[in-house]
């Protein structure tokens, strides 16, 4: 079954410091790879997605994904954090050959960006 | 602007009480969605629906009831036969042509329930 861990509930950084926040997945099949960010009381917003082809994913607000097969990875980074990234952020699989969109989302990482 | 509504932002309800959470979509989206999250959780899927009239279990059904006679419409009612209401409901819509569209997600809905 598939299934998502992210290391860390929370991450603190300083503005302008780079952001990595961790996720490590479990799939049977070829998975297909979602980040989405939470801002406070809100619903979740896509930031970026792997599907197949480049391994290198390049999402909204300066957010970018690798997909590792061999470290079955696929940490989010940012290489300058600002004040407005803290948000919490949520990696997601996608239950393979199913021709329909079921998530396993991890538990979440909160970030913190202080000035 | 296409997106989805959820109402009411913030739901209180007494203990007993059966309680139904809205949720209407103009994105012409064929599934739809229900997720509860909780503090250190994530989300976990209660319901799913792929198409109109048809609707299957997630992962944490027991304690909710579902309905969706309208393309656009997906209620989730939280009857009193669940033990531990009190969360943050979310739902979401995607267009259902294979397992990488992603989700389009409410603002959810907050039920405290005492």
């Known amino acids: 079954a598939q299934s998502v861990t992210q290391l860390g509930s929370h991450v603190s950084v300083s503005e302008g410091a780079l952001v990595l926040l961790r996720c490590n997945y479990s799939s049977s099949v070829p998975p297909y790879l979602f980040w989405y960010v939470q801002y406070p009381n809100q619903g979740l917003q896509l930031l970026l997605k792997y599907t197949t082809g480049a391994t290198l994913v390049k999402g909204i607000n300066g957010f970018e994904a690798e997909f590792k097969k061999s470290e079955t990875s696929f940490h989010l980074t940012k290489p300058s954090a600002h004040m407005s990234d803290a948000a919490e952020y949520f990696c997601?699989?996608?239950?393979?050959?199913?021709?329909?969109?079921?998530?396993?989302f991890g538990t979440g990482t909160r970030l913190l960006v202080s000035p | 602007d296409g997106g989805i509504t959820q109402s009411p932002k913030y739901l209180f309800r007494k203990e007993g009480q059966n309680v139904t959470l809205s949720c209407e979509q103009n994105?012409?989206?064929?599934?739809m969605y229900w997720y509860r999250q909780d503090p250190g959780q994530g989300l976990r899927l209660i319901y799913y629906s792929q198409i109109v009239n048809d609707f299957q279990k997630g992962d944490i059904a027991e304690g909710y009831s579902v309905s969706r006679e309208k393309k656009e419409s997906f209620p989730l009612t939280v009857t009193s036969a669940q033990k531990n209401p009190t969360a943050f409901y979310l739902c979401?819509?995607?267009?259902?042509?294979?397992?990488?569209?992603?989700?389009?997600f409410g603002n959810g809905t907050r039920l405290t329930v005492t």
């Open positions: 997601a699989v996608s239950l393979g050959n199913t021709g329909f969109q079921k998530l396993v």
């Open positions: 979401a819509s995607s267009s259902g042509q294979g397992n990488n569209s992603p989700l389009h």
């Open positions: 994105l012409n989206h064929d599934a």
